[in-house]
């Protein structure tokens, strides 16, 4: 029983903090999206939703390759900073990051989008730059939009698997998230215990979910 | 000098084109036609909300826009005041941020500015309210009193009489009418009612189908018809 709460603890730890750390470019990424125009946008949109439709052990095995310790950024890490990151809860927060990341940029572009652009306007024929017309004007009128999308990040990452269990491994006690931790299981035939986390990942599941979609309801009323 | 001069201004979307060459003199001047005349559209660029494609644009002798010389102001520098049909009252701020949003500091003049403006729009009473509270008319005073706050050097109104009921729509031109007066503030007034016109402007542009059909005085280019009723001259 202890293990169970050890795992549903350090998977709900690695959700938050991952969610917590995409916010700041998730909420730029997603400004980016819906107000403005640029170059190269289409492009950008594109590759940062790769993750939704991509096999989610393709992503971990890019991420591998990338953090590995001949990787390109793994290895400028482990020398400059003395950071390993595959399999290690670093690589955790990685790929739960990733996988996430895709979702609230678009929940978090929706929100923004519903804000009507009128209001924006106004402001600046009052005098108000941009960055002042979007942090008195635009995230005040979207921050449900935000909230639901941090949470929907969070639920994603709750239910991340292939690229976690490629780029972080399922080491008991280190690395194992709570669906890494079902697969395990099963492995294992430890059924009742698989089927104890199962309950568990389905409540907290469902709960983010309805946090989320009650909040979106409130944001669109 | 001229109050806003508009050379060769061309913008084209979609299927519809844009195309004035316009001077105005007027302290108080009228906006008038048909929906799809691109009376919205002509005030956007002014705002410097929108980029037309080719042309000019000057307030008071002032360059705003220049299409040729690569030459767009920010709306944010441009001192105009914008007063948009659907009002955009930020709906999260009081009445009394909403017009002190465009203030960047509290100074004397700033609350003297303020001060005037709450006794001459009727809004000392309405401060701590939202504009979700307040009726059509009440929000029509904020909005136009939180343009006037930034001291703008031109007006746009676009239809802000729409939607309210006759007796109040006599009420605010009245109000509309001496305040530009008291703050010296030239408008530019857009509607489709020539009675809102008659009641006033001065000076009249009559746009159909993105073009300058007329422009003139009022009475050179609108006639009597029944009781109350102003018809435009088809010329």
Not at chain 2, 33 to 59: F, H, N, Q, Y
């Amino acid at each position: 029983m202890a293990d169970t709460w050890q795992i549903v603890w350090f998977s709900v730890l690695m959700s938050a903090c991952a969610t917590v750390a995409i916010t700041p470019a998730a909420i730029v990424l997603a400004w980016l999206l819906a107000r403005k125009e640029w170059i190269g946008k289409s492009l950008v949109e594109t590759a940062v939703s790769l993750p939704l439709v991509m096999p989610p052990a393709a992503v971990g095995l890019i991420l591998l390759k990338l953090f590995g310790r001949r990787g390109e950024i793994g290895s400028i890490l482990e020398e400059k900073l003395g950071l390993e990151i595959v399999f290690t809860w670093r690589a955790v927060l990685l790929a739960l990051a990733v996988m996430s990341f895709p979702l609230m940029v678009r929940a978090v572009r929706l929100a923004f989008e519903q804000v009507p652009v009128r209001f924006e306007q106004v402001a600046r024929t009052l005098g108000a730059r941009s960055w002042r017309v979007f942090f008195e004007i635009t995230l005040p009128l979207g921050w449900r939009g935000v909230i639901a999308g941090m949470v929907l990040g969070f639920a994603r990452s709750l239910g991340e698997f292939g690229a976690t269990i490629v780029v972080a491994g399922a080491i008991p006690g280190k690395t194992a998230t709570l669906s890494v931790s079902i697969f395990n299981l099963i492995q294992l035939g430890r059924d009742a215990e698989a089927l104890r986390l199962l309950v568990i990942s389905v409540l907290l599941s469902f709960g983010a979910l309805w946090c989320s979609e009650m909040i979106f309801r409130r944001a669109r009323a | 000098m001229s109050l806003l001069r508009l050379k060769k201004l061309k913008l084209t979307l979609g299927g519809f084109t844009l195309e004035t060459d316009l001077e105005i003199l007027s302290d108080i001047t009228g906006l008038f036609g048909p929906s799809g005349a691109g009376k919205t559209t002509l005030l956007e660029i002014i705002a410097g909300l929108r980029r037309p494609d080719s042309g000019t644009v000057e307030v008071r002798g002032r360059p705003l826009t220049d299409i040729e010389k690569r030459m767009q102001v920010q709306p944010e520098q441009r001192q105009i005041g914008y007063v948009p049909q659907d009002l955009a009252l930020f709906p999260h701020k009081s009445v009394q941020q909403n017009l002190l949003f465009g203030s960047k500091e509290l100074d004397s003049a700033t609350e003297a500015r303020f001060s005037h403006i709450l006794d001459v729009l009727e809004l000392r009473t309405l401060l701590e309210r939202s504009p979700q509270n307040l009726s059509g008319g009440e929000r029509q005073r904020v909005a136009i009193g939180r343009a006037l706050m930034t001291s703008p050097q031109l007006l746009l109104l676009d239809e802000p009489l729409a939607n309210l009921d006759s007796a109040l729509v006599t009420k605010l031109l009245d109000l509309l009418r001496r305040t530009g007066k008291e703050f010296q503030t030239p408008m530019l007034y857009v509607t489709h009612d020539a009675n809102e016109l008659a009641a006033i402007c001065e000076e009249v542009v009559i746009l159909e189908k993105g073009k300058v059909r007329a422009h003139g005085k009022f009475l050179d280019l609108f006639e009597p018809a029944k009781e109350h009723l102003f018809v435009f001259k088809r010329q």
